[in-house]
Nanobody, 124 residues
């Protein structure tokens, strides 16, 4: 099983980035997919947004209205569109897959598969 994350980079405050997470080796529609972040000196634990197998979504308050998560079952890909980025969004972003019965209730303890992190840096 592999989750391949891509799309990180350096952007100025107010800019946009799009992250992608492509799955291989799993039955994509049997998983909820979420994006977690890790900031320097902290553990990877904060879930930013989740999309369930049936397309329902959850967003942390800090990103509501700025980030949009979507999924394409045919491509086995989840996309995170990040707009109006702020310096406090700077972090390593990880995509993660958890069994679909968790729905939108993802925590790091419920994750079966992690992607490699992709660094997002937002300059002020």
């Amino acid at each position: 099983v592999q989750l391949q994350a891509s799309g990180g980079g350096l952007v100025q405050s107010g800019g946009s980035l799009r992250l992608s997470c492509t799955a291989a080796g799993l039955v994509f529609d049997e998983y909820s997919i979420g994006w977690f972040i890790q900031t320097p000196g902290t553990e990877r634990e904060r879930v930013l947004c989740v999309i369930s197998s049936d397309g329902n979504t959850y967003y942390a308050d800090t990103v509501k209205g700025r980030f949009t998560i979507s999924r394409d079952s045919a491509k086995k890909t989840v996309t995170l569109q990040m707009n109006n980025l702020k310096p406090e969004d700077t972090a390593v972003y990880y995509c993660a897959a958890a069994p679909s019965f968790y729905g939108l209730e993802l925590t790091k303890f419920r994750v079966d598969h992690w992607g490699h992190g992709t660094l997002v840096t937002v300059s002020s």
